[in-house]
């Protein structure tokens, strides 16, 4: 498999993943409410946690996006470059 086609699957679980995205803003008011009860705040961590692991695989991916760009450029100044040689 090419990193164009592993980039494109990866992006379409991203989607797939935004569009079923289950928020946690509940289980952070609950914690910030009550900052004393422990037990709530290991339940916010555990609860946010998934969500913070999802966020970094869309920044993971953006990179390899602007990565593969930044390649495609390159590559087109160096057909247009040899072209004119």
Do not use: H, T, W
């Amino acid at each position: 498999m090419d990193r164009i086609e592993a980039i494109n699957i990866r992006a379409n679980a991203a989607l797939v993943s935004i569009r079923d995205y289950i928020g946690c803003a509940s289980i952070i008011r609950s914690a910030l409410g009550d900052s004393k009860n422990n037990e709530l705040q290991v339940s916010c961590f555990e609860g946010v946690s998934p969500n913070i692991k999802e966020i970094s695989g869309f920044y993971n991916l953006s990179v390899d996006i602007g990565n593969l760009k930044l390649e495609f450029i390159c590559l087109a100044f160096s057909i247009i470059f040899v072209s004119r040689s």
